[in-house]
């Protein structure tokens, strides 16, 4: 189930629990709730979690942190994947007093600095820019990246939410291994943008949040593009007798990229039904019914 993200980056889980829920911005798990749920990800071979020190309003990382201390047995097993980069208002940060990006040599080293107390870890596997910065400076980045390579306490380092040539702008100083952006049925972009196409010239695996839309396919009032998928989807399910998002995970699976879809829920089940999506294979024409369904229209 594992796959490496790139020729030199690391070997992450197919399937890829997102944590932003797991604290005030969602499901508010204790710490025990916390570990028992790591364990239960890594039982069924979701060994990557997914990060950014914003989260919770900086509190989800110290979350996740404090189920996992002094448990070496249990870091070991997994990677750890962080972002910095934003500034959020709120009273955990007084001196922010407006949301903006901040993406400084200073800035990202202190950022991963408190991370690394935040998660109770001596590294992180993967460090990523969270939004790309009108004022950011590719040849700073870079060297806040080389400072924490060189110290052991970030190993690889990708964005997130980046375009075609601001990843381009930033890779050709610094090698990145990923970029994070969100990909559904419900957000083609990424396919049509170059995103995608980027990724597979430069071998590199993308990762993708919101693949099932936040929720949208599940609506009790959804809208006419949910509506027209589900009606696709529903044939699939029968066929496949498995649930809906589980078709909706491997449509985005049989790309050719290799996303690795990051599952934003704090309920194993959900999260077990993504990892059992790995064994569907959707025809070209069911994807195509899907984009159809989508966009509204047949393929030109």
């Not at 070991?76 to 959020?88: A, N």
């Not at 040599?105 to 001596?122: F, G, P, R």
């Not at 064994?279 to 030109?300: M, P």
């Amino acid at each position: 189930m594992n796959i490496k993200i790139s020729e030199k980056g690391p070997l992450f889980s197919r399937i890829v629990a997102g944590c932003m829920n797991w604290g005030e911005w969602g499901a508010n798990l204790t710490t025990d709730e916390s570990q028992k749920l790591i364990e239960d990800c890594l039982e069924i071979g979701v060994t990557t979690f997914d990060h950014a020190d914003i989260y919770g309003h900086y509190t989800t990382e110290s979350l996740f942190g404090n189920a996992i201390k002094g448990k070496s047995s249990l870091r070991e097993q997994m990677q750890l994947v962080t972002k910095c980069g934003i500034r959020l208002i709120t009273p955990n940060r007084p001196d922010n007093q407006i949301k903006s990006y901040k993406t400084t040599k200073k800035y990202i080293i202190e950022s991963v600095e408190q991370s690394l107390v935040n998660l109770q870890t001596d590294f992180i596997d993967m460090l990523l820019i969270h939004r790309p910065s009108p004022l950011m400076n590719p040849l700073e980045i870079a060297e806040a990246f080389e400072t924490l390579k060189s110290s052991g306490k970030v190993l690889h380092f990708g964005v997130s939410n980046f375009t075609p040539s601001q990843f381009d702008m930033l890779n050709d100083v610094f090698p990145l291994q990923t970029n994070q952006i969100e990909i559904s049925p419900l957000r083609l972009t990424p396919f049509i943008d170059g995103s995608l196409d980027q990724c597979i010239k430069r071998a590199i695996k993308p990762m993708a949040y919101s693949t099932l839309a936040g929720g949208k396919f599940f609506s009790k009032q959804p809208n006419e593009k949910v509506v027209r998928i589900n009606e696709v989807i529903n044939p699939l399910i029968q066929k496949y007798e498995v649930p809906a998002d589980q078709i909706l995970t491997a449509w985005l699976l049989k790309h050719p990229s290799g996303i690795l879809p990051i599952m934003g829920s704090t309920k194993i089940t959900r999260i077990q039904s993504a990892v059992n999506s790995l064994s569907i294979e959707i025809t070209d024409e069911e994807w195509f019914r899907v984009w159809e369904a989508s966009t509204g229209t047949e393929v030109a």
